[in-house]
């Protein structure tokens, strides 16, 4: 018999399939908006250019100051961009980065969102806003948040670089990998994390041979929403806290450093979940799901060491202690010496045990 679980529902429309871009104005002004304001990031200033002009007279402009970890003062000046172009909702472009400049703003001014992702990062359909200042990230969550409307263009897709494909699917990966053992996961998030396992290991070989597979990469693109969604419905726990301490303190890069921290969080809380992650050892076999991650990514060409990101080992005792000083509800007691030894582990690069 399944069970007991709550399942919260369903508030983000998704639009998903190939062509959906040209959508974007329909949804604006489903939602009741004349003046979007387009966000993206510096790199992405050309197609957010190019989508205000498809936007029309909907469009209230541009601000591509999208920046990893949202710094809360590129918020403060996304927010008087805001505010100077008359906009009533903002639609994001790109990435976690702008994806979370987005919430931020929407947060602050009560703005609707529509999202349209260009990587498998997977933070568009959560209610979960990472920030950073002073030197830290902190994260809190809040329906507010929540983004109205997430168009997922699997076009936009084709031309994303080989390793941003592979690191953004393993930050997508972890959103699923912790929902199995969330304390709140229900049969619907468990249902599409197993279905996007099996769709990331599948596509993910494809694209790195041949990156615009229209084939794979819708699958990789459905794997994504699959995981964000999960990651939306869910508590999180110790893989997400490393990540964003890592990211927020340090600087390193947020999908790189999911990639390789996910081998190691997933060993680390393994031998307390039970069967719960299975499916993991199922999907990429080697007898754990720790193991079986580590191998996968290290087929795919992912970054293996957080050496290579530009942590130092002089870095690891100051990371061990920030992670433990406000830890995540975890299913494993969080110590010092054992997330030391974790980070450790991901600083080498060598294979969970």
């Not at 930050?171 to 912790?178: L, T």
């Not at 996961?185 to 197993?194: D, F, H, I």
Request: hydrophobic share 40%.
């Amino acid at each position: 018999m399944t069970r007991p679980f709550t399942f919260p529902g369903l508030t983000t429309r998704v639009v998903f399939g190939h062509g959906t871009l040209a959508q974007v104005p329909d949804e604006v002004a489903r939602l009741g908006h004349t003046r979007a304001l387009v966000l993206s990031t510096s790199h992405q200033q050309a197609e957010a250019q190019a989508l205000a002009d498809k936007l029309g007279d909907k469009a209230a402009g541009v601000f591509a100051g999208a920046t990893m970890h949202t710094p809360v003062e590129v918020t403060e000046e996304a927010i008087a961009a805001f505010h100077a172009a008359k906009a009533d909702c903002v639609v994001s472009l790109g990435g976690g980065s702008t994806t979370g400049l987005g919430k931020a703003i929407a947060v602050r001014t009560g703005a609707d969102q529509v999202v349209i992702p260009t990587t498998y990062a997977g933070s568009e359909m959560t209610d979960i806003l990472g920030e950073t200042a002073g030197g830290e990230k902190t994260t809190r969550r809040d329906p507010a948040i929540r983004p109205e409307v997430v168009v997922y263009d699997v076009d936009l897709t084709l031309t994303l670089p080989v390793a941003l494909t592979v690191t953004s699917a393993l930050n997508a990966i972890a959103h699923a990998m912790e929902g199995f053992y969330a304390p709140d996961r229900n049969p619907v998030t468990e249902a599409l994390s197993r279905d996007a396992m099996t769709a990331f290991r599948d596509a993910l070989p494809v694209l790195i041979q041949d990156p615009k597979n229209a084939e794979a990469r819708a699958k990789a693109l459905y794997a994504a929403w699959g995981c964000s969604l999960t990651l939306g419905q869910v508590t999180m726990a110790l893989h997400h806290k490393l990540a964003h301490v890592l990211g927020g303190s340090f600087g390193l890069p947020h999908a790189e450093t999911h990639a390789v921290l996910l081998p190691h969080t997933t060993a680390y809380n393994e031998p307390a979940v039970g069967d719960l992650l299975n499916p993991i050892a199922d999907t990429f076999g080697h007898g754990s799901a720790g193991k079986g991650l580590w191998h996968f990514a290290k087929s795919v060409n992912a970054p293996m060491r957080l050496f290579d990101l530009g942590l130092t080992a002089q870095d690891l005792d100051r990371a061990a202690e920030i992670a433990t000083k406000n830890p995540y509800a975890n299913p494993r007691p969080v110590t010092r010496d054992g997330i030391r030894q974790l980070l450790q582990q991901a600083f080498d690069g060598h294979c969970p045990a």
